[in-house]
């Protein structure tokens, strides 16, 4: 499975982008897609999933509300809609899938990881 990311920039806080992730090779309904960030110092955080097969969302506490995940099965892409950007928000984005299911995402990890992509949110 190949994650490639895109979407990250730079923007002031209240304002919005949309990350993309789009996947190839043998993802499919079995997968868990999800979205984790990484802050300068800081772990790497569960931010949401997505499951391919049925749509079921999470979300961690902190972007509920003004985030929003979905998928396009055609063009074999989950995105993550971000509203109302924060400072706390920046950091390092990285797109991730995972066949062991949403709770195992959330808690574990992912089995594949997508490059990162920078989110800046100036206060």
């Known amino acids: 499975v190949q994650l490639q990311a895109s979407g990250g920039g730079y923007v002031q806080a209240g304002g919005s982008l949309r990350l993309s992730c789009t996947t190839s090779?043998?993802?499919?309904?079995?997968?868990?897609m999800g979205w984790f960030r990484q802050a300068p110092g800081r772990a790497r955080q569960f931010v949401s999933s997505?499951?391919?097969?049925?749509?079921?969302?999470d979300y961690v506490g902190a972007v509920k509300g003004r985030f929003t995940i979905s998928r396009d099965s055609a063009k074999n892409t989950v995105y993550l809609q971000m509203n109302s950007l924060e400072p706390e928000d920046t950091g390092v984005y990285y797109c991730?899938?995972?066949?062991?299911?949403?709770?195992?995402?959330?808690?574990?990890?992912?089995?594949?990881w997508g490059q990162g992509t920078q989110v800046t949110v100036s206060s």
């Open positions: 090779g043998r993802a499919g309904n079995a997968y868990t």
């Open positions: 991730a899938a995972d066949a062991r299911g949403s709770n195992w995402l959330r808690l574990r990890g992912a089995s594949y």
């Open positions: 997505i499951r391919w097969s049925d749509g079921k969302v």
